[in-house]
């Protein structure tokens, strides 16, 4: 079967309700550790079910968002998302509390029963109302990114589809397509500073009814944080200033002189080449064609992965017009299948996806046959850095790709790496501030911004842009708006990924049989255990980053 095939049905809120009521009264009459396990089978066979029909109806909608039905579903599901939140967490409530969770413990594990703690501090009936209004502004938020009708050289493109010429190696065309794509959020700046806005209060509203002085407790327990906190956050953010920014800098100034500038503008800042950045070769139906040799010849295991991919159709990765902007993996329990979302534009972004989202895929599709369904709730940090290391080891591939500019392509994918974590570390702190402050005005947050960007991108020259000048980049960072306090994942496994790249520069094989174990080891312990047992050093741990550095600069 197909991706077009799976069959779709719409969640029954009350069926779900009298489901999840029938799973918890037979939880709390169960005689035995067994019984117990067993009912919490049907537990996992009930989410799994929910889980894929919204996801479902949450791809199809992303694939058109002018589709009338899916939006309808996709608003349905805004509203039953946090009462399905719910539901799960008082069944968790109820296991917890459950004279035989230690017997269930020795099966699911430690981790599953800590993220339960977490969840049952995640979400109450008290604050799905504000869950339902958070949903309705991150859609809203999207749509309006998605609405997007750019005149540009005779045609009308979208978001997505203007991101080639954003990077052209004509410093021309490039500042014309900068003044049109900021030219759009210049003309939506009053509706997407209100949007922002109200998602702040809206998420303040919530961590104070859970009974924290902001939203920050709240949204970690949410990101499932659940062996570090605020403090090692810190600690990470201090090393990224004091070891990597000073590298990133020395980055951007061979790039400069790479690219024969006087000074580095924003309209530069994704540009690494006077030639242009590489790009693939081919048609992207060619891309994935060389996406699948090169995962059949990495090893059996990544082979099998891209063969069952391709001929389940589990990616959509063409642009169009009417399509959400931006990529994802996401999967579907029921058909134990990954899927690929992403909006191909000609660029290196292309042949990411069949890397960076191939490695999510390709752990997820690792461990569907895993009994215990916990062990795929693996957070974040985790989760990238899987994606964020397969992006290195592919590599070596990278010719069936962009042919003779294949090492172009690794020096670029390198410097864009080290270069990434202080952007991403900055639109953490941007966002711990913002929480910590919710009554900051527009002019405020635009202010916070500049100062972070002094600390973390000292380089940035946004002169002649006002937008910008004021302040108001953040604005085009999706995450910001509907991913609260993801980001800094993002810059934790890069560094993981760092120093996978380290290591396989030694001793290629050694680091593939480390990842491959990290990825099978799945969410059975805790991200900073599994770490140690992969043979990597935490990156919360001091000179983390300041040894990377020191390997990476010769």
């Given amino acids: 079967m197909v991706f077009r095939e799976f069959s779709y049905t719409r969640v029954d809120e009350a069926g779900l309700r009298a489901e999840f009521a029938s799973l918890t009264a037979d939880l709390k009459a169960a005689r035995s550790g067994g019984e117990a396990f067993g009912v ?273 159709e589990l990616f959509d990765v063409l642009g169009r017009k009417t399509k959400k902007t931006g990529g994802y993996m996401t999967y579907l329990p029921d058909y134990k299948a990954p899927f690929i979302f992403a909006n191909f534009n000609g660029t290196r972004g292309d042949v990411d996806v069949i890397t960076h989202e191939c490695g999510h895929a390709f752990q997820g599709y690792l461990a569907a046959d895993d009994p215990i369904r916990e062990h795929a709730d693996i957070t974040m940090e985790t989760a990238e850095t899987h994606s964020m290391s397969m992006e290195f080891f592919t590599e070596p591939w990278m010719e069936l790709f962009f042919g003779r500019g294949a090492d172009r392509y690794r020096q670029l994918h390198l410097e864009d790496s080290v270069i990434f974590i202080p952007y991403g570390t900055m639109v953490d702190e941007f966002q711990e501030i913002m929480y910590r402050n919710p009554a900051l005005s527009p002019k405020d947050r635009n202010g916070v911004w500049l100062d972070l960007e002094r600390q973390y991108r000292p380089h940035m020259d946004f002169e002649g842009c006002d937008l910008y000048e004021r302040g108001a980049f953040w604005q085009k960072q999706h995450h910001i708006f509907d991913c609260p306090l993801y980001y800094i994942d993002y810059c934790i496994a890069g560094t993981d990924a760092l120093e996978y790249k380290v290591w396989m520069d030694r001793d290629y094989k050694a680091a593939w049989a480390s990842y491959l174990k990290l990825c099978r080891l799945s969410a059975s312990g805790f991200f900073t255990d599994l770490i140690r047992e992969a043979g990597l050093v935490s990156p919360f741990e001091d000179g983390c980053l300041r040894n990377v550095v020191n390997q990476l600069d010769h």
């Avoid at 993220?115 to 859609?139: C, G, H, R, W, Y």
């Fill in 40 to 312: 919490h089978q049907r537990y996992y066979r009930a989410v799994d079910h929910a889980v894929t029909q919204m996801t479902l109806a949450e791809i199809r909608h992303d694939i058109d968002v002018t589709d009338a039905f899916y939006a309808k579903e996709q608003d349905y599901n805004d509203q039953l998302g946090p009462v399905f939140e719910n539901l799960m967490t008082e069944y968790q409530k109820t296991l917890y509390e459950s004279p035989y969770r230690g017997d269930v413990e020795k099966r699911i594990g430690p981790v599953a029963i800590r993220n339960m703690e977490l969840a049952m501090k995640s979400v109450d009936p008290k604050i799905i109302s504000f869950m339902q209004e958070e949903n309705a502004l991150e859609t809203r938020y999207n749509k309006l990114l998605a609405s997007a009708k750019i005149e540009w050289n005779g045609e009308t493109l979208n978001l997505s589809l203007m991101t080639p010429y954003l990077s052209s190696p004509d410093r021309a065309v490039r500042q014309a397509a900068w003044d049109r794509v900021t030219a759009f959020y210049a003309s939506n700046e009053e509706e997407i500073e209100e949007i922002y806005d109200r998602l702040i209060r809206c998420r303040t509203k919530q961590g104070e009814a859970m009974g924290y002085d902001t939203y920050l407790p709240l949204g970690d327990a949410r990101m499932r944080r659940n062996c570090y906190g605020r403090d090692e956050m810190a600690s990470f953010r201090k090393q990224v200033k004091e070891d990597l920014v000073p590298f990133a800098e020395r980055i951007h100034e061979t790039r400069r002189r790479r690219l024969g500038l006087d000074r580095l503008r924003y309209i530069d800042e994704g540009v690494y080449f006077t030639e242009g950045n590489p790009r693939p070769v081919g048609t992207p139906e060619e891309i994935l064609a060389a996406g699948r040799k090169m995962y059949g010849e990495l090893s059996p295991e990544t082979g099998a992965f891209m063969d069952f991919m391709c001929e389940h």
